[in-house]
């Protein structure tokens, strides 16, 4: 166990049980290698909400006003961002298929070489993102509207709740099953129709 009593952790993720990263407040980055926890040197000290780990070599994390930074299996180096906007979760398909949400309605996408802003058509503030497949993900936001992402439009799920949500995951061996989590013990279950 780590414990820090000055710095509050966001987001983790790993490739493996001896490869796990761990940020939070101040640009702080932990890392998990299977023995004991070590703090990495980071290139930012702004507070970063998200992790996602592509593989050992290929790791991402978000943060305040729109830092990116990534790791090479060697050191951490800021990205140049799409974006100002806080982001508050990252996830993807693999290190060149890269997805982040965030305020304002953001999301951005990486193709291995820059980051781009999607148009989403709202302002609401994205707190989850989660898929099996560029395809396929899914984003839920402030207001309880989850939205499925195809390429460069979202399309919004009938609407089950007016509480915000703060977590979205899809089952990897069936892509037609979405749940969403939020505040006030919001469970929601999707199951969309198979083509």
């Given at each position: 166990?780590y414990v820090s009593p000055l710095i509050g952790f966001a987001g983790v993720s790993?490739?493996?049980?001896?490869?796990?990263?761990?940020v939070g407040a101040s640009g702080t980055i932990l890392h998990y290698d299977g023995?004991?926890?070590?703090?990495?040197?980071?290139?930012?000290?702004?507070?970063?909400?998200?992790?996602?780990?592509?593989?050992?070599?290929?790791?991402?994390?978000?943060?305040?006003?729109?830092?990116?930074?990534?790791?090479?299996?060697?050191?951490?180096?800021?990205?140049?961002?799409?974006?100002?906007?806080?982001?508050?979760?990252?996830?993807?398909?693999?290190?060149?298929?890269?997805?982040?949400?965030?305020?304002?309605?953001?999301?951005?996408?990486?193709?291995?070489?820059?980051?781009?802003?999607?148009?989403?058509?709202?302002?609401?503030?994205?707190?989850?993102?989660?898929?099996?497949?560029?395809?396929?993900?899914?984003?839920?936001?402030?207001?309880?509207?989850?939205?499925?992402?195809?390429?460069?439009?979202?399309?919004?799920?009938?609407?089950?709740?007016?509480?915000?949500?703060?977590?979205?995951?899809?089952?990897?061996?069936?892509?037609?099953?979405?749940?969403?989590?939020?505040?006030?013990?919001?469970?929601?279950?999707?199951?969309?129709?198979?083509?």
């Open positions: 166990m790993g490739s493996s049980a001896s490869d796990v990263f761990v023995v004991s926890w070590q703090e990495m040197e980071s290139p930012t000290d702004e507070n970063l909400f998200a992790v996602w780990a592509a593989s050992p070599r290929d790791v991402f994390a978000v943060g305040f006003a729109g830092t990116i930074i990534h790791y090479d299996g060697k050191v951490w180096r800021l990205m140049q961002s799409a974006t100002g906007s806080d982001l508050t979760a990252v996830w993807g398909v693999s290190g060149g298929a890269v997805y982040a949400v965030g305020s304002v309605g953001t999301l951005l996408r990486y193709t291995g070489r820059s980051w781009s802003v999607i148009e989403t058509g709202t302002t609401v503030p994205f707190n989850s993102i989660y898929g099996t497949s560029a395809g396929n993900f899914f984003v839920a936001n402030l207001v309880g509207e989850v939205f499925l992402a195809k390429g460069n439009s979202l399309t919004r799920l009938p609407r089950l709740t007016n509480k915000g949500l703060s977590g979205v995951w899809v089952p990897p061996n069936d892509p037609f099953e979405v749940y969403a989590v939020g505040i006030e013990g919001v469970v929601l279950h999707y199951e969309r129709a198979h083509p």
